[in-house]
């Protein structure tokens, strides 16, 4: 029987607080049994001056046990770290680098502290896992603030320790255990069961690989249960994690970057080219939505470096030989003004019959070194005479989509990504994207 009642694989409780400090970019309190830590992250627009001019960033860490962290005051550190700390802050800052990467977080520092706020075993182990997750939210709000256009956490990084106690293998060590343990390890590991960092040490006698491979066996068990706990923990900030890659959509309206997000997520983690640093402007001079979309995708692409995709899509009216066609945003003079394209959209088509239209769409994908991939698609409709809905953009509330008897102002956005025009064109993207990631 263990000192806490616990089987031999099975770990301490853990439970992590996020946004524990308001005033940190990132940050959580992490307990695991009675060990508790508060880890922090700090972004400074700088980095050491090794890298300066090399386009790459740095993450480092500093650790510390707060004086009451142990049942007698520990001294503070001076301008001197003891060195055990030194020894701590060295790996938790080599783990967490493994987490991201350097060149996609760019000319910046992220520091890591983490604070022993109480130490009952496992507090190096328990700074990574929280400094792990302090560091994920660190990263969702540089993308949030627009500062990257995407996550540069590439892997999820946890760690426990294990050890022989009374020649028995054990998870997750209490102090209790470490203090007279027969053999010592920490595991550090990323998602892929891969190992980042393993110590170990036999400190009362040698270990067997027969021990060796149950303790393994135990830190790997252990750690996949810690990254759930981290995932939890973090919730939507999880997706930050190893995130899909970018694909920055060459448009401003909102509206069309929600949809696309939405159909691609599958296949990319979709930003706005504003995300990467372009704002235009872009010469949509072609007579054509393909020719307009891959003017975009193309322009947005060789700015930045990243793959793009450009969408370019309009109204098409039987009774009036397709107007407004390539013109839809446009269509009155001021681009984007959906009000006054509408009025003038009623005021020509008064007194026809023929109601028939259709709206089209154009997606160009264009991936560097690559030729530009166009996918279309269209829905047919009928023109209203007055406008339905409040949903939508453009010429939403004129366009009935008959087999649903509603506008695409009057449904909701999973009815209408269902059904639409852009629907339809991403359909066909998607397939050809399928055909790329098995190819």
């Given at each position: 029987?263990?000192?806490?009642?616990?089987?031999?694989?099975?770990?301490?409780?853990?439970?992590?607080?996020?946004?524990?400090?308001?005033?940190?970019?990132?940050?959580?309190?992490?307990?695991?049994?009675?060990?508790?830590?508060?880890?922090?992250?700090?972004?400074?627009?700088?980095?050491?001056?090794?890298?300066?001019?090399?386009?790459?960033?740095?993450?480092?860490?500093?650790?510390?046990?707060?004086?009451?962290?142990?049942?007698?005051?520990?001294?503070?550190?001076?301008?001197?770290?003891?060195?055990?700390?030194?020894?701590?802050?060295?790996?938790i800052g080599r783990a967490l680098r493994q987490a991201v990467d350097l060149n996609?977080?760019?000319?910046?520092?992220?520091?890591?502290?983490?604070?022993?706020?109480?130490?009952?075993?496992?507090?190096?182990?328990?700074?990574?896992?929280?400094?792990?997750?302090?560091?994920?939210?660190?990263?969702?709000?540089?993308?949030?603030?627009?500062?990257?256009?995407?996550?540069?956490?590439?892997?999820?990084?946890?760690?426990?320790?294990?050890?022989?106690?009374?020649?028995?293998?054990?998870?997750?060590?209490?102090?209790?255990?470490?203090?007279?343990?027969?053999?010592?390890?920490?595991?550090?590991?990323?998602?892929?069961?891969?190992?980042?960092?393993?110590?170990?040490?036999?400190?009362?006698?040698?270990?067997?690989?027969?021990?060796?491979?149950?303790?393994?066996?135990?830190?790997?068990?252990?750690?996949?249960?810690?990254?759930?706990?981290?995932?939890?923990?973090?919730?939507?900030?999880?997706?930050?994690?190893?995130?899909?890659?970018?694909?920055?959509?060459?448009?401003?309206?909102?509206?069309?970057?929600?949809e696309l997000q939405e159909m691609f997520r599958d296949f990319y983690t979709l930003?706005?080219?504003?995300?990467?640093?372009?704002?235009?402007?872009?010469?949509?001079?072609?007579?054509?939505?393909?020719?307009?979309?891959?003017?975009?995708?193309?322009?947005?692409?060789?700015?930045t470096g990243y793959p793009a995709i450009g969408d370019d899509s309009g109204l098409?009216?039987?009774?009036?030989?397709?107007?407004?066609?390539?013109?839809?945003?446009?269509?009155?003079?001021?681009?984007?003004?959906?009000?006054?394209?509408?009025?003038?959209?009623?005021?020509?088509?008064?007194?026809?019959?023929?109601?028939?239209?259709?709206?089209?769409?154009?997606?160009?994908?264009?991936?560097?070194?690559?030729?530009?991939?166009?996918?279309?698609?269209?829905?047919?409709?009928?023109?209203?005479?007055?406008?339905?809905?409040?949903?939508?953009?453009?010429?939403?509330?004129?366009?009935?989509?008959?087999?649903?008897?509603?506008?695409?102002?009057?449904?909701?956005?999973?009815?209408?990504?269902?059904?639409?025009?852009?629907?339809?064109?991403?359909?066909?993207?998607?397939?050809?994207?399928?055909?790329?990631?098995?190819?």
């Amino acid at each position: 029987m263990r000192f806490d009642g616990r089987a031999p694989d099975e770990k301490r409780t853990v439970s992590i607080e996020t946004d524990f400090v308001h005033t940190a970019y990132g940050s959580c309190l992490i307990a695991t049994g009675n060990t508790r830590v508060i880890c922090t992250a700090s972004v400074e627009e700088a980095v050491p001056p090794f890298l300066k001019g090399k386009g790459q960033g740095w993450v480092t860490a500093e650790y510390a046990m707060l004086p009451a962290s142990t049942t007698e005051r520990k001294k503070r550190d001076g301008i001197k770290k003891d060195g055990r700390s030194v020894e701590i802050q060295r790996l938790i800052g080599r783990a967490l680098r493994q987490a991201v990467d350097l060149n996609a977080l760019g000319e910046r520092t992220i520091t890591l502290d983490c604070d022993v706020l109480e130490a009952d075993g496992g507090t190096r182990t328990a700074s990574i896992t929280g400094a792990m997750v302090a560091l994920t939210c660190a990263a969702e709000r540089l993308v949030r603030e627009k500062k990257l256009p995407i996550s540069p956490i590439v892997h999820q990084v946890a760690a426990v320790s294990a050890g022989v106690i009374d020649d028995v293998p054990c998870l997750d060590l209490c102090y209790q255990e470490d203090s007279h343990a027969q053999v010592d390890m920490n595991f550090v590991m990323n998602e892929k069961g891969e190992f980042i960092e393993l110590q170990g040490t036999g400190e009362g006698r040698a270990f067997t690989a027969k021990e060796l491979d149950t303790l393994t066996e135990y830190g790997a068990k252990g750690i996949r249960e810690l990254m759930d706990a981290q995932r939890e923990a973090l919730g939507e900030r999880a997706a930050h994690i190893a995130p899909k890659p970018l694909l920055l959509v060459a448009t401003g309206n909102e509206h069309k970057l929600r949809e696309l997000q939405e159909m691609f997520r599958d296949f990319y983690t979709l930003a706005p080219m504003t995300a990467a640093g372009f704002f235009g402007p872009i010469d949509e001079d072609a007579d054509t939505f393909a020719g307009n979309a891959a003017i975009k995708a193309e322009a947005v692409c060789r700015a930045t470096g990243y793959p793009a995709i450009g969408d370019d899509s309009g109204l098409e009216v039987d009774a009036l030989d397709g107007e407004p066609g390539v013109m839809s945003a446009r269509y009155a003079g001021e681009h984007g003004n959906d009000e006054a394209n509408n009025d003038l959209l009623l005021s020509r088509m008064e007194g026809k019959e023929n109601r028939s239209c259709a709206f089209r769409c154009a997606l160009a994908l264009k991936i560097p070194g690559q030729d530009t991939i166009i996918a279309e698609g269209r829905c047919p409709g009928t023109l209203l005479t007055e406008r339905r809905g409040t949903g939508g953009f453009g010429y939403d509330p004129l366009f009935l989509y008959e087999p649903m008897n509603k506008t695409y102002a009057e449904m909701n956005q999973a009815e209408k990504n269902q059904v639409s025009h852009r629907f339809r064109a991403a359909e066909k993207m998607r397939e050809i994207m399928r055909g790329m990631h098995n190819s």
